[in-house]
Each structure stands twice: as structure tokens, then as C-alpha cells.
């Protein structure tokens, strides 16, 4: 079977033979990709420092899909179904998904396996372990653009509005106006934010920013993005702050610009390397109190896609938006990728059909 695996560190490549996904019984289903997205996760796990990697990996995580075959216990999938395939596949049978673990059930993300330790989705075919739990029905009239935006970077995005619990009223920094940005602004204006303001100068996400809900844009060549933010803020700092992008500096900024006493902060973005994270010993409290800080991940699952997918069916969200370059064929996955390595001005998510 034709995919695209990571070869070794900093080289993916095509090959022919890589072997068919195995139905796994009795929950299991294989799959047919219809449209997957490369992503920057994709890229670090290419050209990054992380973890070992299977020998041969089969790279990609956002992908919408046909079924072709589902195992003998499957009850709400049949073959032909089109499905969003969430990037994240909690398994749901472990006992600590019951104490609320959904994320990192069993061991450290255990939910993020697709593309990084087990065989992911830019494949002519691929397996999920659990057809019932993991998988959400396309509905009618949602596009696919819409349906792959949800699989990752809508539910991470809204992952983040969610954890920094946004209250009517609140003003909100994101950090970032990539895609994951562009869903925590519009997570954020849905949950009540009154003012968001965003951090970015990608021209591509500018205008989809201030259509999904940010009120101002900062940039960071205006001074630093803390004065920024405490100049706008009468010296006070943000209700919560959303960390998407930047670098290793996001993370202490975004403790020094988050209000003492209710506010949070939130870090969605990976940190490449051993440097560490830094919280800057006045403003964050004196290590006694007064900030929040979550290190998330996003959810997973069938029901969580199955609302995503009902936000676009209801006209509340719009993510097929944030695709700005479409490629058509499999062997484009290849292009698809080294476009989010090298991130043009022009661009935000590439969608590439099958
Ligand atoms: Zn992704």
C-alpha cells in the first residue's frame, strides 16, 4: 500500500509497501482518506526533536474518510460512510477515561497516536481501533473543508476558549493567528469575550481574525506584546490569555499579562527542545497565587466532533475558511507539507483531496 512515512529524523518519503492496516476486533475499522490536512504538528514530527518514532511511520493526523470495512461489533458504521476523524483517539476503555483522563488515558498521549505512534492517515488506507467512540458521521451540506477543520484545529482551538473559561465580558490575548489562533478567537467571542485581542502579523490571518472575532490586532515590531496589552488594560492585564504561537518567550509574557487574582492562562503550543518554561517570579505570583495556568491538549472523540460538526451544521462556526491552498491527489501530500514548513504570507491550512 502507498503512504507517506518519516524515514528517519528531518526525511519523509513515499513508499509502495507499507503494510495493510489490520481490522482490529471487535471495535476496529478501516479506512479510506477522502481529504487530509499536513500539519505543523506533522512538520515537528518530521523535522523536530521529539520522541522516538516507529521505524516506517505513517505521518498524518487530520483527515476526513470513507469507510471500507468495519469490525463485528461495530453498531453506528457500515462501509461508505463518510466520517471526521478526530486527531485525537482517546481509548475510551481505559479505566482512567473514567476519573475524566480522556487525553492521556492509560499513559502520557496515549490520545494523540495517529501519525506519531501508530500508523496515521496519509495512507491509501489506515485503522482506527474503536469505530463507535471515535469516529462522527459528515453531516449533509457540511462541506469538506468545514469537516476537516474540526479534526484538529477547531477542537484545539476551542479546546483552549474552553480551559481558560471565558466569561461574558472578559478581554482575551491570543497569542498566534495560525489556525489554532483563528479557532481560540472565535472560541473565545462564542463563549462571551467582549474584547479579544489578537497577536499576529500573518497577513493571511489578519482579515480572518477580525471576522472571527478579535477587536484589534497586535504586532509585535509595536513594542512588546506585555506593554501592549497592560497599556490596553489601564495596567491591569487580561482575563485570560491563550497561548497559540510565538516562541519560548510566549509563555513567561503570557503569565506578566494576565490579571492577578481571576486570570489564566492557557498554553496550547508545543515547545520544541529541553529549554523549559519560565514563570516570571513577581508577575505570576510570587509563586503564591493569583495566576492560572493549564497545559492543554485537545479533546477527542466522537461526541466532541459530533458538536464541532453541529457548530458548522448551525451557521456558528465556519472553519473550512482557514483553508487557503487546495491540492488534488495523495502524492501531494508531499507539497502539502513543505507548504506548512515554510508557511508562505498567503497561507493558513492546506487541504489536500484524495
Ligand atoms: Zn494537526
Keep these: 500500500?502507498?503512504?507517506?512515512?518519516?524515514?528517519?529524523?528531518g526525511h519523509a518519503e513515499w513508499t509502495e509497501d507499507a503494510p495493510e492496516p489490520l481490522l482490529s476486533e471487535p471495535y476496529g475499522a478501516i479506512l479510506s482518506p477522502v481529504a487530509v490536512s499536513p500539519c505543523t504538528s506533522d512538520v515537528n514530527t518530521v523535522y523536530g526533536s521529539g520522541s522516538e518514532k516507529p521505524a516506517n511511520l505513517i505521518l498524518g493526523h487530520e483527515c476526513v474518510a470513507r469507510v471500507t470495512a468495519v469490525a463485528s461489533r461495530v453498531r453506528d458504521f457500515r462501509p461508505g460512510d463518510l466520517v471526521a476523524v478526530p486527531a485525537i483517539?482517546?481509548?475510551?476503555?481505559?479505566?482512567?477515561?473514567?476519573?475524566?483522563?480522556?487525553?492521556?488515558?492509560?499513559?502520557?498521549?496515549?490520545?494523540?497516536?495517529l501519525g506519531r505512534s501508530i500508523p496515521g492517515v496519509f495512507a491509501e488506507r489506515f485503522a482506527i481501533a474503536d469505530a463507535d467512540t471515535t469516529l462522527a458521521k459528515v453531516p449533509e451540506g457540511v462541506s469538506l473543508q468545514d469537516a476537516l477543520m474540526c479534526v484538529d484545529v477547531a477542537t484545539t482551538g476551542f479546546t483552549g476558549a474552553e480551559a481558560a473559561e471565558i466569561r461574558v465580558g472578559d478581554t482575551?490575548?491570543?497569542?498566534?493567528?495560525?489556525?489554532?489562533?483563528?479557532?481560540?478567537?472565535?472560541?473565545?467571542?462564542?463563549?462571551?469575550?467582549?474584547?479579544?485581542?489578537?497577536?499576529?502579523?500573518?497577513?493571511?490571518?489578519?482579515?480572518?481574525?477580525?471576522?472571527?472575532?478579535?477587536?484589534?490586532?497586535?504586532?509585535?515590531?509595536?513594542?512588546?506584546?506585555?506593554?501592549?496589552?497592560?497599556?490596553?488594560?489601564?495596567?491591569?492585564?487580561?482575563?485570560?490569555?491563550?497561548?497559540?504561537?510565538?516562541?519560548?518567550?510566549?509563555?513567561?509574557?503570557?503569565?506578566?499579562?494576565?490579571?492577578?487574582?481571576?486570570?489564566?492562562?492557557?498554553?496550547?503550543k508545543h515547545y520544541p527542545g529541553d529549554g523549559g518554561l519560565a514563570i516570571p517570579k513577581f508577575s505570576g505570583g510570587r509563586g503564591m497565587a493569583g495566576k492560572t495556568i493549564k497545559l492543554e491538549l485537545c479533546r477527542g472523540g466522537r461526541s466532541r466532533m459530533e458538536r464541532l460538526l453541529r457548530m458548522v451544521v448551525y451557521g456558528r462556526i465556519c472553519p473550512g475558511k482557514m483553508v487557503t491552498h487546495e491540492l488534488q491527489g495523495l502524492e501531494r501530500v508531499a507539497e502539502g507539507l513543505e507548504l506548512m514548513r515554510n508557511k508562505p504570507g498567503n497561507l493558513i491550512k492546506v487541504m489536500v483531496r484524495v
Excluded at 1 to 9: H, N, Q, S
Excluded at 96 to 113: I, T, W
Design 89 to 113: 483517539t482517546p481509548d475510551w476503555r481505559a479505566p482512567s477515561v473514567q476519573e475524566g483522563n480522556d487525553r492521556h488515558a492509560g499513559r502520557p498521549f496515549s490520545g494523540n497516536a
Design 1 to 9: 500500500m502507498r503512504a507517506y512515512i518519516l524515514k528517519e529524523r
Design 172 to 268: 482575551v490575548v491570543v497569542l498566534g493567528i495560525g489556525a489554532i489562533g483563528l479557532m481560540a478567537i472565535q472560541g473565545a467571542a462564542l463563549l462571551g469575550a467582549a474584547r479579544i485581542l489578537g497577536v499576529g502579523t500573518r497577513p493571511a490571518g489578519i482579515a480572518l481574525a477580525k471576522e472571527f472575532g478579535a477587536n484589534e490586532l497586535l504586532d509585535y515590531h509595536n513594542g512588546t506584546i506585555v506593554e501592549q496589552v497592560l497599556q490596553r488594560t489601564d495596567g491591569i492585564g487580561a482575563d485570560a490569555v491563550i497561548i497559540c504561537g510565538g516562541d519560548d518567550r510566549s509563555f513567561s509574557d503570557a503569565v506578566d499579562m494576565v490579571r492577578y487574582g481571576i486570570g489564566r492562562v492557557v498554553n496550547l
